[in-house]
């Protein structure tokens, strides 16, 4: 697993040994990045189950401005801030000890976020629920984009203040883009 693009391109990341990580592999995350292009220049970015913080240190190389990685898992932990430093962007993000909720919690009041990431373990099927909770802790950008990876066929369940503006698959994985419809 590697950094694919922009300033720290090529640079080697690491992920905890065993099944409990499951890191986006290299050719989901250059289409996902091709996507998200035009919206990482100076983007604040939330990777609420961040595993190896691959989707994040992507998005910082490419030109996102700051980056918060949660994780509650101690190994994907000790993962993501070695792979801070290997990125070497520890200047540019924050990483939270806890699950997602702890987390919202704790950065409820803070500055929004432009770009989140949600890539939970494939059991886990609130990814609706959490983003109700993002947009209830005013954690969004008005135009903020949720990426939501999970298990083909198991789109996140979303309450009437949530769009899908659209979905990708590559394999057994979906990609469900999510906004916060406006004017409603």
């Excluded at 300033?7 to 080697?12: K, L, N, P, S």
């Excluded at 932990?77 to 924050?94: E, F, Y």
């Excluded at 309450?159 to 883009?177: L, N, P």
């Amino acid at each position: 697993m590697r950094i694919i693009a922009g300033e720290a391109r090529g640079r080697t990341l690491i992920a905890p040994a065993g099944s409990t990580t499951r890191p986006t592999q290299d050719y989901v995350r250059e289409s996902l990045f091709n996507i998200l292009a035009p919206r990482l220049e100076d983007a604040r970015v939330l990777d609420l189950f961040a595993g190896t913080g691959a989707l994040s240190l992507e998005a910082l190389s490419r030109g996102a401005a700051y980056a918060v990685l949660c994780d509650k898992d101690r190994a994907a932990l000790q993962c993501i801030r070695k792979n801070i430093g290997a990125v070497r962007c520890g200047d540019r993000c924050s990483v939270f000890s806890g699950d997602y909720a702890a987390c919202i919690r704790r950065l409820s009041g803070e500055e929004p976020f432009s770009l989140v990431f949600l890539d939970p373990p494939y059991r886990m099927e609130n990814t609706g629920e959490i983003c109700a909770r993002l947009l209830e802790a005013s954690l969004l950008c008005a135009d903020a984009l949720i990426v939501v990876e999970h298990r083909r066929g198991t789109p996140p369940v979303l309450d009437a203040r949530f769009a899908v503006d659209g979905c990708r698959r590559y394999g057994d994985t979906e990609i469900s883009f999510v906004r916060v419809r406006q004017g409603e």
